[in-house]
Nanobody, 126 residues
Framework: QVQLVESGGGSAQVGGSLRLSCVVN????????VGWFRQPPRAEDASGFV??????????HYGDSVKGRFTITGDFGQRSVWLEMNDLKPEDTAKYFC?????????????????WGRGTQVTVSS
């Protein structure tokens, strides 16, 4: 069973930065990909794909709304993935979840991910 633990959330000002961490505590050998999704505070707003990294070749994918501002990195030996978030905007306010999958063909499709963490809250204010 794969277990993921996110940390690093908190509050930031517009234009500020935060760094999220995701540690894959167990079962990480069965995963090839780690991704980040976010759920905005309003229920009517759809959750969104943020970023994805392949453990093996370090290839990355980003959601359109975060390209150029967020960077995903990973270290297989540390079983950790980080999401560096810069130039934060109020619309980045959300609960951020990391998720793992073995075969990801469509990075933005949450159904392709098998295991999820409990999330960490990010709040951006002006």
């Amino acid at each position: 069973q794969v277990q993921l633990v996110e940390s690093g959330g908190g509050s930031a000002q517009v234009g500020g930065s935060l760094r999220l961490s995701c540690v894959v505590n167990s079962g990480f050998l069965s995963t090839n990909y780690v991704g980040w999704f976010r759920q905005p505070p309003r229920a009517e707003d759809a959750s969104g794909f943020v970023a994805l990294i392949n453990w093996n070749d370090q290839k990355t994918h980003y959601g359109d709304s975060v390209k150029g501002r967020f960077t995903i990195t990973g270290d297989f030996g540390q079983r950790s993935v980080w999401l560096e978030m810069n130039d934060l905007k109020p619309e980045d306010t959300a609960k951020y979840f990391c998720a793992t999958g073995r075969y990801i063909e469509h990075p933005s499709d949450p159904n392709e991910y098998l295991h999820w963490g409990r999330g960490t809250q990010v709040t951006v204010s002006s």
